[in-house]
C-alpha cells in the first residue's frame, strides 16, 4: 500500500462546477495536509495547509480533514479555467521536510 | 532572485553520458531538496540538505545519483552514466528551515535519448 493515495484522473468539469479532491493515507502520525497546485511545465505551489483534522477555507478553496478514516479532500467552488492544473496532496509530520506527494490529480475546467 | 531558480531548464543527453543539474535556491533558506517527477508519477523525494549536509540522502534510486550543496547555497545534483529511465523533471525546492513551508522552482526537464 502506497503511504498517499491519489486518483489521478483527469477530471474534466463545467466552468462553475464543484470540484472535490480527494486523497488517502496510511501514516496515522502525519499531522500537518498540504495541497499543492501545479500549472503545466511549472513547479508545485503551495496552496494551502491545514493542521490535524477539521476544515481550513480560503477563498473559493476548503481543505478537509478526517484523521479518523486518514481521509483529506479539497474542494473547489464556482471552478475557473484557470483552476485548470494539477492539484497534488501531501500528508507531513511538518509543514516542511520531507514530503510525500500523492501522485496528483490532473483537473481541467471547461469555460 | 525572488525564487528558485534552476538550470538548465531543458536538457538533451545522450545515454552514457553525465548530466549536471543546478539549483539556486531563495536567499537565506538553509533547507534545500531535490525531487523527481516522471510522466503519470507523482513527485519522488531523492535528497534533503541542511547546510551543506545531506541528512536524508535515501531517496536517491542509485549510486550513479549524487548532489552537493556548498556555501549552505547553490547546490548540484550529477546523474552518471545516464540512462533513459532518467528521463524526468527534476525538481528543486527550498524552506526557511526543515519545518517551514517549501519552495518549488520550475525544474530542469531531462530527456535521456
Known amino acids: 500500500q502506497k503511504e498517499v493515495e491519489q486518483d489521478p484522473g483527469p477530471l474534466s468539469v463545467p466552468e462553475g462546477a464543484i470540484v472535490s479532491l480527494n486523497c488517502t493515507y496510511s501514516n496515522s502520525a502525519f499531522q500537518y495536509f498540504m495541497w499543492y497546485r501545479q500549472y503545466s511545465r511549472k513547479g508545485p505551489e503551495l496552496l494551502m495547509y491545514?493542521?490535524?483534522?477539521g476544515n481550513k477555507e480560503d477563498g473559493r478553496f476548503t481543505a478537509q480533514v478526517d484523521k479518523s478514516s486518514k481521509y483529506i479532500s479539497l474542494f473547489i467552488r464556482d471552478s475557473q479555467p484557470s483552476d485548470s492544473a494539477t492539484y497534488l496532496c501531501?500528508?507531513?509530520?511538518?509543514?516542511?521536510?520531507?514530503?510525500?506527494f500523492g501522485q496528483g490529480t490532473e483537473l481541467s475546467v471547461k469555460p | 532572485g525572488a525564487g528558485v531558480s534552476q538550470s538548465p531548464s531543458n536538457k538533451v543527453t545522450e545515454k552514457g553520458k553525465d548530466v549536471e543539474l543546478r539549483c539556486d535556491p531563495i536567499s537565506g533558506h538553509t533547507a534545500l531538496y531535490w525531487y523527481r517527477q516522471s510522466l503519470g508519477q507523482g513527485l519522488e523525494f531523492l535528497i534533503y540538505f541542511q547546510g551543506n549536509s545531506a541528512p536524508d540522502k535515501s531517496g536517491l534510486p542509485s549510486d550513479r545519483f549524487s548532489a552537493e550543496r556548498t556555501g549552505g547555497s547553490v547546490s548540484t545534483l550529477t546523474i552518471q552514466r545516464t540512462q533513459q529511465e532518467d528521463s524526468a523533471v527534476y525538481l528543486c525546492a527550498s524552506s526557511l528551515g526543515q519545518l517551514n513551508t517549501i519552495y518549488f522552482g520550475e525544474g530542469s526537464w531531462l530527456t535521456v535519448v
Open positions: 501531501a500528508p507531513s509530520y511538518n509543514q516542511g521536510g520531507k514530503l510525500i
Open positions: 491545514t493542521y490535524s483534522s
